[in-house]
Every structure is written in C-alpha cells, then in structure tokens.
C-alpha cells in the first residue's frame, strides 16, 4: 500500500510539472499516452543511479523536470540522497 500511495503522489507530481493537456488526463488516458512504449536502462555511476530513457514522448519537457536532479534538488534545499536506497543519488537521462 506505500508503494502504492507513493507512486501515485510521484505521477501526480510528475502530471503538474508537465502541465497541459496531462494535468487533465485521467489514469489510464496517461499512461497510454506516456508509459507505453517506454524503453530505458538503469545504471549505478559511482553514488549516483542514472535512469536513461529512450525515445520518451515529450522528452524535452521530462528533460526540463528531471535531468540534473542533484541541482535541483539542491537549489530547493532538498537532499539529494535517497536513505531507503542505500543513500544514493538518483538522475534522469532523456536520449
């Protein structure tokens, strides 16, 4: 149920930082839409773990939200550090 609940607050997070028309779609609609057809890896670089995306639609606003998370992150006075994943860092990559 935490996962859940989790990953339902990161999608909704993730809906508002897109904006329109994504804000206003509904569960199933954005996943369609989003996720399907999503193609990626995740590598561990040193203490950070770097997710890659491949082909992503709308790559340039994802790009915008969460490449460089450790600045950002930063910059808002958030750690950077995830504890319940062994403290390390995480990144995105959009290509």
Not at 40 to 46: A, L, N, Q
Not at 54 to 64: D, I, T, V
């Amino acid at each position: 149920m935490t996962l859940a609940l989790a990953a339902q607050a990161v999608i909704y997070q993730l809906r508002q930082r897109l904006g329109q028309p994504y804000d206003r779609w509904d569960a199933s609609h954005f996943a369609r839409q989003l996720f399907t057809g999503l193609d990626g890896d995740v590598r561990v670089s040193g203490d950070t773990i770097l997710v890659t995306y491949y082909n992503a639609p709308h790559a340039e606003k994802l790009r915008a939200a969460y490449e460089r998370l450790e600045a950002k992150l930063a910059a808002e006075g958030l750690s950077n550090r995830l504890p319940w994943l062994y403290n390390f860092k995480l990144d995105f990559c959009f290509k």
